[in-house]
Nanobody, 123 residues
Framework: VQLQASGGGLVQTGGSLNLSCAAS????????MGWFRQRPGKERELVAA????????TYAIPVKGRCTISRDNAKNTVSLQMNSLKPEDTAVYYC?????????????????WGQGTLVTVSS
């Protein structure tokens, strides 16, 4: 599976962005998906994840209530709508696929990764 993330950019505090991840090479409809970010000087962290059918979603505490993850299995895409952005949301955002997991999507081992898209939030 190849993943292509897009939609990053420069936005002011309080603004919104919609990140998109397009998959190719295989269907992602049977797999859970996640959005991660790596902030400057920090380790990569999960932002949000969604189960294969889309009925279950989970979010990191810092973004809960401000971000919404969704997927369109017919289009082989997953999106992350980010609202009320803060300077601390500045990061490279990655989408990833996890084929098989048990337990939490927060601790699952993701198998395929996109190249990342940069989000910069100015104060």
């Amino acid at each position: 599976v190849q993943l292509q993330a897009s939609g990053g950019g420069l936005v002011q505090t309080g603004g919104s962005l919609n990140l998109s991840c397009a998959a190719s090479g295989d269907t992602i409809s049977g797999y859970a998906m996640g959005w991660f970010r790596q902030r400057p000087g920090k380790e990569r962290e999960l932002v949000a994840a969604i189960a294969w059918g889309g009925s279950y979603t989970t979010y990191a505490i810092p973004v809960k209530g401000r971000c919404t993850i969704s997927r369109d299995n017919a289009k082989n895409t997953v999106s992350l709508q980010m609202n009320s952005l803060k300077p601390e949301d500045t990061a490279v955002y990655y989408c990833a696929v996890v084929r098989f997991y048990s337990g939490s999507l927060h601790t699952a081992q993701y198998d395929y990764w996109g190249q990342g898209t940069l989000v910069t939030v100015s104060s």
